[in-house]
């Protein structure tokens, strides 16, 4: 059972940048697509980013050209580089598997808040 530990939130100002990580435990990690989702207030829980197990990335048309994932199989880990910050970014971010995130596997997530 993969469990995954998100952080790096935190505040930041419009046009600002924020680094997250996410860390995640079991040995098959490696051999698996993960994504960024995030959720704001009274919105659904929503992807943004996603790395493939070769490392092909995708990205939702909002956060294009601002946000970028990577991944350090050695080290169990996904990231998101997070530029360019808009309010609109404000949310708290998972990361989880793709296309089909595991509903067992939900960390606490991180809250990222853009404002000034």
């Known amino acids: 059972q993969v469990q995954f530990v998100e952080s790096g939130g935190g505040l930041v100002q419009p046009g600002g940048s924020r680094g997250l990580s996410c860390a995640a435990s079991?040995?098959?990690?490696?051999?698996?697509?993960v994504g960024w989702y995030r959720q704001a207030p009274g919105n659904q829980r929503g992807l943004v980013a996603s790395?493939?197990?070769?490392?092909?990335?995708n990205y939702a048309d909002s956060v294009k050209g601002r946000f970028t994932i990577s991944r350090d199989n050695a080290k169990n880990t996904v990231y998101l580089q997070m530029n360019s910050l808009k309010s609109e970014d404000t949310a708290v971010y998972y990361c989880?598997?793709?296309?089909?995130?595991?509903?067992?596997?939900w960390g606490q997530g991180t809250q990222v808040t853009v404002s000034s």
């Open positions: 079991g040995a098959f990690f490696k051999l698996y697509a």
């Open positions: 989880n598997f793709t296309p089909t995130p595991n509903s067992n596997s």
């Open positions: 790395i493939s197990a070769g490392g092909s990335t």
